[in-house]
């Protein structure tokens, strides 16, 4: 794939393409969380927090990353609601809408193929993302980030607050909120 792929295709994804982009989600976190995170810690991160917001999906917000021929590279989207983080599964959400004018959007449940990982796929959602974000008036935007992602945010210019711990079931998981201003 890595010799195919030039630029990604980005477009909203569909509540028809919220099971394919739940596997999606459960390759990634296994594949790519690795070292960062136990197997018990991802598959408990699987089970109660990552997964599709479909509150983003049916506002047109959460993007699909899909090569020429329509192969699923990677998925993440911005929100104006509430919640920080978390899929469908996640009992923290709260979809009320935030208030551009002081509130940071929310950059919302990246994952990219193990496949096409470190091929720009994240990058070019995250600057989609922001982009759309601030045509909506946003001028910050924030994040709950995964241990892998920490270093991808940072290089963009997202600076980390103080790592949390959430529970998720039994284990509770490291993760690291982080916030940018846009330009």
């Given at each position: 794939m890595r010799s195919v792929l030039t630029v990604p295709i980005l477009r909203p994804a569909?509540?028809?393409e919220i099971a394919a982009l739940e596997g999606l989600i459960r390759t990634s976190a296994r594949e790519l969380g690795r070292g960062f995170y136990s197997d018990a810690e991802t598959e408990a991160a699987i089970t109660?927090?990552?997964?599709?917001d479909s509150d983003l999906?049916?506002?047109?917000?959460?993007l699909i990353a899909e090569d020429g021929a329509g192969r699923?590279?990677?998925c993440g989207g911005w929100s104006r609601r509430r919640t920080l983080f978390g899929g469908?599964?996640?009992?923290?959400?709260a979809s009320g809408l935030l208030d551009p004018a002081e509130d940071a959007a929310r950059i919302r449940a990246f994952f990219v193929a193990p496949q096409a990982a470190r091929m720009g796929i994240a990058s070019r959602l995250l600057a989609e993302c922001e982009t759309r974000a601030a045509a909506a008036g946003f001028t910050?935007?924030?994040l709950m980030a995964t241990l892998p992602g920490v270093p991808f945010y940072a290089a963009r210019g997202y600076v980390a607050g103080g790592e949390i711990l959430q529970?998720?079931?039994e284990i509770a998981l490291r993760f690291v909120p982080m916030e940018k201003a846009l330009q």
């Open positions: 569909t509540r028809g109660h927090v990552f997964g599709v999906v049916d506002d047109g917000t959460y699923l590279l990677g469908d599964n996640f009992a923290g959400r910050r935007m924030a529970p998720c079931g």
